[in-house]
């Protein structure tokens, strides 16, 4: 078993949706776990949402038009 796969099994199994970067360059689903390669040691994990489902306070920070975001959960 991969690390990959362990986080992959720890985030179903804690009912989150995927990773996201604090710094917000980028975030993930489960279903294509780390695809940019890079270390992911420092994601968080969080659930998805689309830009219509979040508020204004979610929204800050992040940029519109894309196809999901991975946010962070209170």
Same mark, same amino acid.
């Not at 969080?46 to 519109?64: F, H, L, P, V, Y």
């Given at each position: %078993?991969?690390?990959?796969? /362990?986080? =992959?099994?720890?985030? =179903?199994? &804690? &009912?989150?949706? +995927?990773?996201?970067? !604090? +710094? *917000?360059?980028?975030?993930?689903? /489960? ?5 940019? *390669?890079? &270390? ?5 994990? *969080?659930? =998805? #949402?689309?830009?219509?489902? %979040?508020?204004? &306070? $979610? $929204?800050?920070?992040? !940029?519109? +038009? ?5 946010? =962070?959960? #209170?």
């Amino acid at each position: %078993m991969e690390v990959r796969d /362990i986080v =992959k099994t720890w985030l =179903k199994e &804690n &009912n989150y949706d +995927g990773l996201y970067s !604090e +710094g *917000g360059e980028c975030a993930c689903e /489960i279903s294509d776990l780390q695809p940019c *390669g890079e &270390n992911f040691s420092d994601c968080c994990p *969080g659930i =998805k #949402k689309t830009w219509d489902e %979040m508020t204004e &306070n $979610q $929204q800050a920070g992040c !940029e519109s +038009g894309a196809d999901f975001y991975i946010i =962070k959960v #209170k």
